[in-house]
Each structure stands twice: as C-alpha cells, then as structure tokens.
C-alpha cells in the first residue's frame, strides 16, 4: 500500500515538474506537428491538400500574449489593426485557442488564446514577417474572445 502510495506520489511530483518547466522539447515537437483539428464551424483541413494557390486564401495566427490571472496581451482589433496597417487585406478574423499543448494552471502563464485572420495566399509572405503563422501548422478550434483584463 505504502509502495503504492509513494510510485502515485513520485509520478504526479514528474508530471508537476515536467508541466512547470514548461517541458521545451515536448513544445518544439508540437510546434512542429502539421496536423489541424477542424473547430466547430472550421472547414477540415489536412496535410495531405493541395497547396493553396495564389488568390486563394489561407488562415493565419499569433498568440494573444494573454496571462492567466492578468489579462494583458494584443485584442483581435490590434491583430486586425496591424496586418491591415501593413497593407494585408484580411477576409475574416477569429479568436481561437490551440488544441495541440496542454497549458499548466498558474498565474502569469500564457494561455492557449491565439487570434486567427483569413488573408489571401499573396499576402503570406508579408504576414509572416509580421511574426504570423499559418494556422495549419497547428491544431486549434475557434472561441468566444476573451476581455484583456485580468
């Protein structure tokens, strides 16, 4: 019973340890994934389609820069804002949360929120400099956003 209790106990302070330091390996591998889970009203997207061609058009994200317990962090507005200052035409934008990582609760951590805009194929390269990425590259569903503040 003891042995028991101990090997429950030393497996759950592994799992504490490897969730507070963040575990970086584990997130490159996942940055890496290309798979995309469909949101509830997400077309279905797979590695295996066809490249877009140019005119068609592809989604894009960045992290919110959302903190647990402070809010903070760019609105779907400022994310809109930006690519459109930088001459990008943006169809549609969304809230979304990634799916692909798990996110410890504490206070001051990130949050999965990301923000997603529908932007045609020419303007990727742009929106990459901008420090967007396709949303492809990941696994996410759209969400309500949230309010900043904490």
């Not at 030393?10 to 490159?28: F, I, N, P, R």
């Not at 797979?46 to 068609?56: K, L, M």
């Not at 647990?68 to 962090?73: D, I, L, N, S, V």
């Amino acid at each position: 019973m003891v042995k028991k209790m101990l090997s429950a106990l030393l497996t759950l302070t592994l799992v504490v340890a490897v969730a507070a330091c963040g575990g970086a390996k584990e997130e490159q591998a996942m940055e890496n994934q290309v798979e995309n889970t469909p949101g509830p009203t997400q077309p279905e997207v797979t590695p295996s389609a066809p490249a877009p061609r140019p005119g068609e058009l592809v989604w894009v994200y960045r992290k919110s820069g959302r903190k647990q317990c402070e809010g903070g962090g760019m609105t779907l507005q400022q994310s809109l804002a930006k690519l459109r200052e930088n001459g990008i035409a943006v169809q549609e934008s969304r809230c979304g949360v990634r799916t692909d990582r798990m996110y410890p609760a504490v206070c001051g951590a990130p949050t999965g929120d990301i923000l997603l805009h529908l932007i045609g194929m020419d303007a990727l390269d742009a929106a990459l400099e901008l420090g967007y990425d396709p949303a492809e590259q990941m696994q996410y569903q759209f969400s309500a956003c949230r309010d900043n503040s904490a």
